[in-house]
């Protein structure tokens, strides 16, 4: 069939909205709108690693049929990722607007994502159950198969966080309201098709009332139904503390209940000892937040953080995660009942901050040193001096962080836990695998 008959010829089913309403008008429909694979008008654009664009159901299906090159191009695939084409999907919004297409034919479109809103947010609003809605409206995040303009545009409708907020708010007492406001906060917060500008609309709009909705979180964190839902309450507040600033992490710190549970999450979720790893790394995140607070050290070496931090430590091989647990670390021995605790059980958590010190990136290096010398040298434990110079490799940790460019604080701290140990070749040289001859500092 010539291209002139196909034009004139009547849309099928599979061809979309956008480009059934063009040929109803007939207006061109610009080639590179088209997907190459359907040579419909797209819903959403994406790239491949060759730079060729298609729109994201079609290209989905031929990579879920097996196929590993590029359709267009024939290119082997060295990744599959999706890229979003923003521009392009301007594009065709703004063509749409300029051809006398109506918007709100277009899926995606800002008028369609305006319309939802209005709708779920009035629901949401005024019903006496905001459950249901809310777990709608989590759906529609959800959902790969929206368009990430759309749900951009329904947070940027007019009010979609505030309404989810105030939902927690007028239902506080409500766990399953609390639960799924929660779920939805916590899908933006996670979700990669989300622009940071409306990520961050999540903490502007908490610090209107922090009190009250991290209560909420709260609640959530020590009665949800589920892990998952404590999970989505420590996501939420490790956003607001990484966002805030002394005055707001030091009036978080003192919801009661808040320390207590961020200790729970991070430890075993079963009688079999099972960690859930996001849940640990949460957790921990948001303790190394409140930490910063002094007020509050106490108060968490009592509930038990120092045992609880000691046991990530041993387990977790994440970098980002131990560096976090290290600050807590560090913070807690600054006050007598951190090093005291650190000392306790064999000073088994002087023995996993030591051990773990190379392993957590160069702040969390500094912080294990800051730790080690605040319970070894400033306080002269007996127990900690012993327990650190027990460990295998001990010395040589403390050698290699001389030598890693640390700052002139830790260097100091360094080489003073370095004189805990019997200067010897043999012990200069334990557990270190490089081949490499370094000068001692002594």
Known sequence: MRKEERLRSPPTKTMTTAATAALEVKIPVPSFFRCPISLDV???????????????ASIQRWLDSGNTTCPATMQPLPSTDLVPNLTLQRLIRLWCSESAVDPAAVPGSKLSARRLAGRLLKEISVSSDPAAPLRRLAGFFSDDDVDEFEKNDLINAGGCISAVQSAMKRKCDDVETLEASSGVLALVLRSESIEEANKKTVVTEFSSDLATLVSCLVKVLSEGTCLESRIDAARILQSVLA???????????????LISELIRLIGPVDEKGTIERSAVRL???????????????????QLGVVSAVTRVLVTESDMAVSECALKIMEAVAGCA????????NGAVAVKAVACKMMK?????????????????IKCKDRRAVEALAGVEGGLTRLLLLMQSGCSPVARQMAGDLI???????KNCLAGYESKTTHIMPF
Do not use: H, Q
């Open 419 to 425: 004189k805990i140990f019997k200067v010897n070749a």
């Open 42 to 56: 797209m819903r959403s654009p994406v790239s491949l690693c060759t730079g060729v664009t298609y729109d994201r």
């Open 337 to 344: 009942e951190g090093r005291m605790a650190m000392c306790e």
């Open 360 to 376: 957590a990136g160069k702040c969390g290096a500094e912080a294990a040193v800051a730790a080690l010398w605040a319970v070894c």
């Open 283 to 301: 957790g921990v995140a948001c303790l190394a937040g409140i930490c910063s607070v002094r007020k509050v050290r106490g108060e968490m070496v």
């Open 243 to 257: 966002a805030s600033n002394s005055d707001s992490r030091s009036l978080i710190s003192e919801e009661p209940g």
